[in-house]
Nanobody, 124 residues
Framework: QVQLVESGGGLVQAGGSLRLSCAGS????????MGWFRQAPGKEREFVATISWSGAIKYYADSVKGRFTISRDNAKNTVYLQMNSLKPEDTADYYC?????????????????WGQGTQVTVSS
C-alpha cells in the first residue's frame, strides 16, 4: 500500500519559515517525480513546486519562486519543501504527491498518489 505522510506544518508569523517533509512508503519513490500542491479554503488545489526523480529539475509557481525550495532524499524516500519569507497568502493545506512518471510536472492530473495534507497558517 502506497502512503505519503506530510509533516512540519503549523502557525508562523509573516516573514517566518517552515520546512515541510513528506515521507513515502510502498513504492520506490526515487523513480518518480514528486510535487507539492496547496489548497486554501474555498479555492482549487494549486501547484507549488515539483522535482524530478533525480532532483536535477525543479519548477516553482511564480508566487513562491525565490522563497520556497523543493528537495528530495531518495535514500529516505522523503521530499522536502523549505518555505521562507512566508506571507499570509501562503496559508493553505499543503499536499505532497507522487507522480506517474520520472519527470517534474506542474499538473495535478500527472500525480497518482497523494498525502493527507498538512496545514500551514501564516499570521500577519
Amino acid at each position: 500500500q502506497v502512503q505519503l505522510v506530510e509533516s512540519g506544518g503549523g502557525l508562523v508569523q509573516a516573514g517566518g519559515s517552515l520546512r515541510l517533509s513528506c515521507a513515502g512508503s510502498g513504492r520506490t519513490f526515487g523513480s518518480y517525480g514528486m510535487g507539492w500542491f496547496r489548497q486554501a479554503p474555498g479555492k482549487e488545489r494549486e501547484f507549488v513546486a515539483t522535482i524530478s526523480w533525480s532532483g536535477a529539475i525543479k519548477y516553482y509557481a511564480d508566487s513562491v519562486k525565490g522563497r520556497f525550495t523543493i528537495s528530495r532524499d531518495n535514500a529516505k524516500n522523503t521530499v522536502y519543501l523549505q518555505m521562507n519569507s512566508l506571507k499570509p497568502e501562503d496559508t493553505a493545506d499543503y499536499y505532497c504527491a507522487s507522480g506517474k512518471r520520472m519527470g517534474a510536472d506542474r499538473r495535478v492530473s500527472e500525480y497518482d498518489y497523494w498525502g493527507q495534507g498538512t496545514q500551514v497558517t501564516v499570521s500577519s
